[in-house]
Nanobody, 127 residues
Framework: VQLQASGGGLVQAGESLRLSCAAS????????MSWYRQAPGKERELVAS???????TYADSVKGRFTISRDDAENTMILQMSSLQPEDTAVYYC??????????????????????WGKGTLVTVSS
């Protein structure tokens, strides 16, 4: 099972960008999904999370500008970012808690919960 993030790029302040994160592999269930970011010289920080029931939370710095969503049928997560500012410049990472199918036959199914990080996607906002 792996996560693949995409959608980063270079934009000007005030513009919008849409990040996607797709999970692939032998997946039974995906629990919470999140976006983190890490700016140069700073620690990685939580940007937004969405639970399996769809409830979302946001960092104060992005409230009202970013929207997180998920499509469980497609095992994807979206971060819609608007009114981007130079301080949003960072590498963005997706994260998910996933029930990975270990074995599956006619009698039983075995799975394990794993904690996955996707490779980052760079967002650069110019002033």
């Amino acid at each position: 099972v792996q996560l693949q993030a995409s959608g980063g790029g270079l934009v000007q302040a005030g513009e919008s960008l849409r990040l996607s994160c797709a999970a692939s592999g032998r997946i039974l269930n995906i629990h919470a999904m999140s976006w983190y970011r890490q700016a140069p010289g700073k620690e990685r920080e939580l940007v937004a999370s969405v639970g399996s029931g769809g409830r979302s939370t946001y960092a104060d710095s992005v409230k009202g500008r970013f929207t997180i969503s998920r499509d469980d049928a497609e095992n994807t997560m979206i971060l819609q970012m608007s009114s981007l500012q130079p301080e949003d410049t960072a590498v963005y990472y997706c994260y998910a808690d996933v029930d990975q199918i270990d074995s599956d036959d006619d009698v039983s199914l075995h799975y394990s919960t794993i904690h996955l990080w996707g490779k980052g996607t760079l967002v650069t906002v110019s002033s």
